[in-house]
């Protein structure tokens, strides 16, 4: 994998790059029969395409909701408890202050963002990243309330009971939706960090080929 | 070495190389799109789907604490008008005789004697309830039933209540059935009034099971018969697909 291992560091660690990709495709079907749920009972004045949608009926979409269910909280489990334990999340999202965070969206609207150096996460990044796991902290403890609100029925007072929590549940939908997009277009805008995602290395920069 | 979007910089075969990677992605993903129906069809995919269902069931039974109470409410929290839900509409709900009517009992049930509607309005203590109904499909409503424990029926049958499950077969032609510490739960109600009235036809005359734990759909209405089993007995959605223990 790395013929020319002298020029070449590895930024992403395995455990981050294999739950990535579960975590993406989990994702992608919590929210598409997420969709089809909300779609049995909408909130808003306003319904999904139903090709956008999975499980071609509500209790198909539940099933599929349930089911990945499970796959979202083991992946998403081992990627924040390993970001925690092993130090990642401290080395590569933090620090993070609302300056930075605010001079380098400006420099972002304005095509002006650096992204010479893949190992480091500019200020944008660094809040995006953790915006996203919290979203996920608050999907699944607001999926919880819906699942079980008499369960946790504590949890629940917390997002305004069983009905609050659906507005919970929706709007933090929402959020990592407008992430996921985001997060795909400067991947497609810096292409080159799509098979790091996958290699987990990177071309030093300034080193042979490079920039 | 600062750099921006606009000024990448690389070389020109790279580029082509990771145009190619790129396309033979997004093919990929169109395939996949494509033939989404095919592949979510499959009975390999519905067989793990289903067989995820199950052990869900499962996981619930093993969260499910049957001394935890659902949240009551007060008579001004309760919805109006009560909304109406059935697999038919309004005017179909079945008008059941109250005078020739008959609760057959069956299964691990040692008296199976059939009640009267007098015989069950007689059943003591009566208490009232006024707790949230959510539906599967994700709204709630507030309302107030009135009945007898489910618990304390079971006793008086004398149900064996190590078994596994309760069913019900109901006039309409519903079926379905939970499992036995949800049956045994303090909250869990064979209920013969909505709202202080005698249950109206569409909200389940002449007896509903109010079980505030369980989604709406796992309430039956127009009880006709309950049985006692160890064996899965299932239910009118359960066997199309939706979760069985389907708890909150």
Redesign the interface.
């Known amino acids: 994998m790395t013929p020319s291992g002298h020029d070449t560091v590895r930024i992403h660690p395995l455990v981050v790059r294999i739950t990535h990709w579960i975590n993406a495709f989990a994702i992608l079907i919590m929210v598409a029969s997420g969709w089809r749920?909300?779609n049995?009972?909408p909130l808003f004045g306003f319904k999904f395409p139903s090709d956008w949608t999975?499980?071609?009926?509500?209790?198909?979409a539940?099933?599929?909701h349930?089911?990945a269910m499970?796959l979202i909280a083991m992946s998403g489990l081992t990627y924040v408890t390993y970001g925690i334990v092993s130090g990642h999340f401290r080395r590569k999202l933090l620090p993070v202050t609302p300056a930075a965070v605010w001079r380098d969206v400006a420099a972002?609207a304005r095509?002006?963002?650096?992204?010479?150096?893949l190992r480091v996460y500019n200020a944008a990044q660094r809040a995006a990243y953790l915006g996203a796991i919290v979203i996920g902290i608050v999907l699944v403890l607001s999926g919880l309330v819906l699942?079980?609100?008499?369960?946790f029925?504590t949890l629940g007072l917390l997002m305004g009971?069983?009905?609050g929590a659906?507005y919970v549940h929706f709007f933090a939908m929402a959020a990592l939706v407008l992430f996921v997009i985001i997060h795909v277009v400067m991947a497609v805008?810096?292409?080159?960090t799509?098979?790091t995602m996958f290699t987990g290395r990177v071309r030093l920069?300034?080193a042979a080929?490079g920039? | 070495m600062r750099e921006s979007l606009k000024g990448q910089s690389r070389p020109q075969i790279e580029r082509i190389e990771r145009r190619l990677f790129l396309r033979r992605g997004l093919s990929l993903g169109a395939l996949a799109l494509l033939s989404g129906c095919d592949v979510t069809n499959a009975e390999s995919v519905q067989k793990a789907l289903w067989a995820m269902s199950r052990w869900n069931d499962r996981v619930q039974g093993w969260i499910f604490d049957p001394t935890r109470l659902a949240p009551e409410f007060p008579d001004s929290a309760i919805t109006m008008p009560f909304p109406f839900n059935a697999f038919y509409s309004m005017d179909e709900a079945p008008a059941v005789d109250a005078a020739s009517y008959k609760l057959e009992l069956g299964g691990l049930v040692r008296d199976k004697k059939p009640w009267t509607l007098p015989e069950l309005y007689g059943l003591q203590p009566q208490i009232s309830q006024v707790t949230r109904h959510i539906c599967v499909e994700g709204w709630s409503a507030i309302g107030k039933w009135s009945g007898v424990r489910f618990g304390d029926f079971l006793k008086r049958i004398g149900a064996d209540l190590t078994a596994k499950y309760v069913g019900f077969r109901c006039a309409d032609k519903y079926y379905t059935s939970i499992d036995m510490p949800t049956a045994l739960h303090p909250q869990t109600l064979l209920t013969f009034r909505f709202a202080d009235q005698i249950l109206p036809t569409p909200f389940g005359f002449p007896m509903k099971l109010r079980i505030p734990t369980k989604l709406g759909f796992k309430n039956p209405k127009h009880i006709v018969a309950i049985f006692v089993t160890n064996e899965y007995p299932g239910g009118y959605w359960e066997d199309q697909g939706y979760n069985w223990f389907s708890g909150s």
């Open positions: 749920i909300y049995a009972s999975l499980g071609g009926w509500l209790a198909g539940l099933q599929w349930f089911a499970w972002a095509g002006k963002l650096a992204h010479g150096d699942w079980k609100p008499v369960q029925y009971d069983y009905e659906r805008l810096v292409p080159r799509l098979p920069p300034g080929g920039d």
